[in-house]
T-cell receptor
Framework: NAGVTQTPKFQVLKTGQSMTLQCAQD?????MYWYRQDPGMGLRLIYY???????DKGEVPNGYNVSRLNKREFSLRLESAAPSQTSVYFC????????????FGSGTQLSVL | GESVGLHLPTLSVQEGDNSIINCAYS??????FIWYKQESGKGPQFIID???NMDKRQGQRVTVLLNKTVKHLSLQIAATQPGDSAVYFC????????????WGAGTKLIIKP
């Protein structure tokens, strides 16, 4: 049982480049999330998908877009990367949206030069 | 101790002793609280959660205490082991956050041999 799988694990971009972070879960969860974690800080929610076919903005959505491709997959896209988007990105899933424990992937370390 | 959204404090504990990690929250409407452990280079891992209709909940070697009067949450780890070294995060959710988790900055737990 793989849980939540994220790719890639590391990525270096130049300012203005675009890329998509991939996330898949095999726990039949309905809800999926994208967070970013900056050094010495807690996680901040970028976007979430309460169920297949829906997406909503979180605390820090600017500069990002998401796609809930199907129940298993939830991708995060940076259209024009900026140095301020240098961070570690985590995907998570839960059985349902709301006050419920989340299961996290191992993260993507992104550097934008 | 820690307040949601501020600096990263450090707690050093002798191996075998009990550890107590504290978390203060400010939203009296918060009704769900959760603790995560994050080891270096990994995603957060669920430890234990508690809802506001409870004061105490126990797991394996861990206990969470909730004091709603003073808006304080604590995580107690019994007989601390080297494998407990990590950053510990508390998070809360409420109707105000659309039941999305709001994360604290974390507490780094260091185990002394």
């Amino acid at each position: 049982n793989a849980g939540v799988t994220q790719t890639p694990k590391f990525q270096v971009l130049k300012t203005g480049q675009s890329m998509t972070l991939q996330c898949a879960q095999d726990m039949n969860h309905n809800s999926m999330y994208w967070y970013r974690q900056d050094p010495g800080m807690g996680l901040r929610l970028i976007y979430y998908s309460a169920s297949e076919g829906t997406t909503d903005k979180g605390e820090v959505p600017n500069g990002y877009n998401v796609s809930r491709l199907n129940k298993r997959e939830f991708s995060l896209r940076l259209e024009s990367a900026a140095p301020s988007q240098t961070s570690v990105y985590f995907c998570a899933s839960s059985y349902r949206q709301g006050s419920e424990k989340l299961f996290f992937g191992s993260g993507t370390q992104l550097s934008v030069l | 101790g820690e307040s949601v959204g501020l600096h990263l404090p450090t707690l050093s504990v002798q191996e075998g002793d009990n550890s107590i990690i504290n978390c203060a929250y400010s939203n009296s409407a918060s009704d769900y609280f959760i603790w995560y452990k994050q080891e270096s280079g990994k995603g957060p891992q669920f430890i234990i959660d508690i809802r506001s209709n409870m004061d105490k909940r126990q797991g394996q070697r861990v206990t969470v205490l909730l004091n709603k009067t003073v808006k304080h949450l604590s995580l107690q780890i019994a007989a601390t082991q080297p494998g407990d070294s990590a950053v510990y995060f508390c998070a809360e959710s409420s109707p105000d956050s659309n039941y999305q988790l709001i994360w604290g900055a974390g507490t780094k737990l260091i185990i002394k041999p």
